[in-house]
């Protein structure tokens, strides 16, 4: 979009908020009403109705994160799951096949694996790192190709402009969960990208305070995606809206500041005697290092690693850190840390665990906004 707001900073600040400013309010006031005046619209989805997701709130969230991911088009929703089942139920219709990328967010692993084959979808798993496999495992109803950009917990980084490539290549809708990179480390559409999904409850609000999730794509697919979501009435509330709209303002301060406190833990932790591994992207030792570089514009505030000695090291660890809260989710102001086997992925066999690489020992650190020192001294103690 032209005009003035050009860097990606500006644009978290002003752009889709209506100018003239809304009786002067520096701030985009809360259109906390269900039905606004019909004023001659025609057609089921411009009818102004909180559910129909175009509240003034809707408006400008959407138009601001479109310019944000370089897209014509996005949508909020209530949750990132929201987005990601209403994307996958657009893009997909009974008798369609899925390629998704093998380690998944457990919600999104759990839909596929679980909803699809009920609703006559079926879906395979790629080894989203080698593109030599993914030919073999095409089907004449193959649709559509599902990737991340970067796993979870091991921060894994696949091929993701072969992604974009091959989907294109064989007229495949591809699909990325943008959530562990923000629009401030990594922009899909610009990679060649069709949809970027967000679960906005992370980075994109920032504060742990709300759910929410966006998609973002052409005008085309994004029309149908919201004619789908106003079906399936997983809409966001303009109060939610507003604090996600405060929340993205941030983005960039926080997102940069948070990449290199997240460095800083990694190679700290990489150091330190007690600790065996160490999963960060940021570091040299990471496998996929040099393809994150040449993708990334920073590596994100999430690393895992795994102690020496027994599992239960971690759960020593995580009772003696004190500045860190051992909670799920990841993205906010405030360092989380969790145990994936005890929590995000207990739902999986030991076996499955392992295949995976997530041993029962393995720590996630989501790195917030508090002082890195004050962090690097709290992990000092715990490990010492
Ligand atoms: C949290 C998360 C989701 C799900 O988002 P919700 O807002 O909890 O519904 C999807 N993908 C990734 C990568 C996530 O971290």
């Known amino acids: 979009m032209s005009g003035p707001y050009k860097r990606l900073e500006t644009k978290l600040v002003h752009a889709g908020e ?3 400013r809304i009786d002067g309010a520096v701030e985009m006031p809360i259109f906390q009403s269900a039905t606004f005046e019909y004023r001659g619209e025609r057609r089921y989805d411009d009818v102004r109705y909180l559910r129909l997701n175009n509240t003034p709130n809707h408006l400008a969230l959407h138009a601001k994160l479109a310019d944000l991911e370089g897209s014509e088009a996005a949508l909020v929703t209530a949750s990132g799951m929201a987005a990601i089942s209403t994307t996958l139920l657009t893009v997909l219709s009974a008798g369609d096949h899925l390629l998704a990328q093998s380690c998944l967010y457990g919600g999104t692993h759990d839909f596929v694996t679980r909803e699809f084959a009920g609703l006559g979808l079926s879906v395979d ?29 091991l921060l894994e980084v ?11 290549a064989h007229r495949l809708v591809s699909i990325i969960d943008n959530t562990f990179a923000s629009p401030v480390n990594f922009r899909p559409i610009e990679a060649g990208f069709d949809l970027v999904l967000h679960s906005a409850t992370k980075y994109l609000n920032g504060h742990s305070d709300i759910v929410a999730g966006a998609v973002a794509g052409s005008s085309a697919l994004i029309e149908r995606i919201r004619h789908k979501a106003n079906h399936l009435g997983g809409s966001l509330d303009p109060h939610a809206a507003f604090l996600l709209s405060r929340g993205l303002k941030t983005l960039a301060l926080r997102v940069r500041y948070q990449n290199e406190s997240a460095l800083k833990l990694a190679q700290f932790l990489e150091s330190h005697p007690a600790v065996a591994r160490v999963h960060y992207a940021g570091l040299e030792s990471h496998p996929r290092h040099a393809r994150a570089a040449s993708l990334f514009a920073g590596f994100g505030g999430v690393l895992s690693f795994e102690l020496k000695g027994p599992p239960e090291r971690a759960d020593e660890l995580a ?4 500045i860190p809260a051992v909670a799920p989710s990841l993205g906010g102001v405030h360092t989380l840390l969790t ?4 929590t995000s992925h207990s739902g999986l066999a030991r076996e499955d665990r392992e295949r995976l690489g997530i041993s029962d020992g393995l720590l996630r650190l989501s790195v917030g906004i508090e002082a890195t020192e004050d962090l690097l001294e709290d992990f000092a103690q715990a490990l010492g």
Do not use: C, H, S
Not at 339 to 342: E, G, K, M, N
């Open 339 to 342: 145990r994936p086997a005890t």
């Open 319 to 322: 009772g003696r850190v004190r």
């Open 125 to 153: 798993f790629i080894d989203a790192d080698r593109r030599d496999t993914w030919r073999a495992q095409l089907k004449p109803n193959t649709r559509a190709v599902y990737v991340e950009a970067m796993t979870n917990p």
């Open 18 to 20: 209506p100018r003239p």
């Open 158 to 168: 696949a091929d993701l402009r072969a992604v974009a490539e091959f989907a294109r």
